[in-house]
């Protein structure tokens, strides 16, 4: 039903309002300012190194040459499209979750899911946790991305409570129908796993359940344009319960999830397919494992991540001494020079050795502590695109 949700959308009305838009600190504020604060949530996003870069991110194919292959920043584009319609559908609030939507792959590793895999196998290695996308996600906004101030000084995205819990919360690899918000206003370190608590807001469970939708469809059309799918697709349109000709595409997936969404929701339910329309969705997202994220097509451009991104990590680990690390940094220069440089910027602006005069961010590193500067690198790496990627672990293997 159309405004179902319209009485328990994110604005003053709501009993949770002042905790939805509750920053860590206060945001510096103008004489001419006419955002609300999601707008401003949505525009310093945007403005993030880390968004920009999700362009050259691997969603599920990895395919630098081929501009019709969807690429992470594509994925967050069709979530934000995906939100919107629901929400508007339902008089939730759209510049809610637009901020969210957008933001919230912004903790994705080069190299798709293989790349937060092999990170992950690398954290719980040498600092005993686990990555995952949605946690670093929160990390990013909250301690590593940087942005310019109204006096010329770098600080941290500094968002509202609701969108840093849209991130955080966002998992899409969710089998639960029935999505329906938290009561609870919790302190988001609190997290130590993907999808332990569903998100505060309605929004936030509108961005989660967009998410899976949006993935379903979009990595068949992929699949079936590098050819993958071809000896597949017969399977597929008994899947969906198609007659053999009909048209089957991404456009046509999405719209019949978010109808059925949108005429099967309700407020004592929350977010909820038919039980036929979420049978077929968890069918699709099992024939795309089988058939796609573990194709053999797939394997050996894995095990190629996997090389990059330990060598990556490795060469960084290896210029670790304590105090004397900056030493170190400079000595390895000369065989690594692009590599060091690179980090070794980034890593002044977050650590408790002489930083930029404008940097006035948190430290969040202290360089006595090796643990610390091991999950510095994972972050560092996880920002890291596609190419500079590869193109760092070619500099590091030539000569």
Not at 70 to 94: D, Q
Not at 113 to 140: Q, R
Not at 194 to 200: E, L, Q, S, T, V
Request: aromatic content about 12%.
């Amino acid at each position: 039903m159309r405004d179902l949700f319209k009485d328990l959308a994110a604005n003053e009305k709501n009993p949770k309002w002042n905790n939805i838009i509750k920053r860590e600190k206060e945001l510096y504020a103008r004489n001419n300012e006419i955002r609300d604060e999601f707008q401003r949530d949505y525009t310093r996003i945007i403005h993030s190194r880390g968004y920009r870069r999700l362009k050259h991110k691997t969603q599920v194919f990895f395919s630098p040459e081929n501009d019709h292959i969807c690429t992470r920043i594509e994925h967050v584009t069709h979530v934000e499209s995906i939100s919107y319609t629901i929400a508007k559908y339902f008089g939730l609030n759209t510049e809610l979750t637009r901020a969210i939507a957008t933001a919230h792959d912004i903790g994705h590793s080069p190299f798709g899911h293989t790349g937060e895999k092999i990170l992950s196998e690398i954290s719980m290695k040498d600092i005993g946790e686990s990555f995952w996308h949605e946690k670093n996600g929160l990390d990013y906004v909250d301690k590593i991305e940087l942005l310019e101030d109204n006096l010329k000084n770098n600080q941290n995205l500094n968002l509202t409570y609701a969108v840093r819990d849209g991130i955080i919360s966002h998992c899409g690899e969710i089998d639960q129908n029935m999505i329906k918000p938290r009561d609870e206003f919790i302190n988001l370190a609190e997290y130590d796993r993907p999808n332990k608590y569903m998100p505060y807001t309605w929004e936030g469970c509108v961005v989660k359940i967009a998410d899976k939708i949006s993935y379903l469809g979009r990595d068949i059309e992929d699949a079936i344009t590098v050819g993958i799918l071809d000896e597949k697709l017969e399977n597929l349109y008994k899947l969906l319960e198609y007659t053999k000709g009909e048209v089957i595409n991404n456009t046509i997936i999405i719209n019949n999830l978010i109808f059925d969404l949108c005429n099967n929701s309700s407020i004592e339910k929350g977010l909820t397919f038919s039980d036929k329309m979420f049978n077929i969705a968890n069918k699709i997202k099992e024939f795309n494992y089988k058939n796609i994220y573990l194709s053999d097509r797939i394997k050996p451009s894995n095990r190629y991540f996997k090389l990059v991104i330990n060598e990556i990590y490795n060469t960084l680990k290896n210029t670790y001494d304590g105090e004397n690390t900056t030493k170190k940094i400079e000595y390895f220069k000369k065989y690594y020079p692009d590599l060091l440089n690179s980090f070794e910027e980034w890593l002044l602006n977050y650590w408790n050795l002489k930083r930029p005069d404008e940097a006035k961010n948190e430290v969040i590193f202290n360089i006595k502590n090796e643990k610390d500067y091991y999950k510095a690198i994972i972050y560092y790496i996880s920002g890291m695109t596609d190419n500079f990627a590869i193109d760092m672990y070619n500099k590091i293997i030539g000569f």
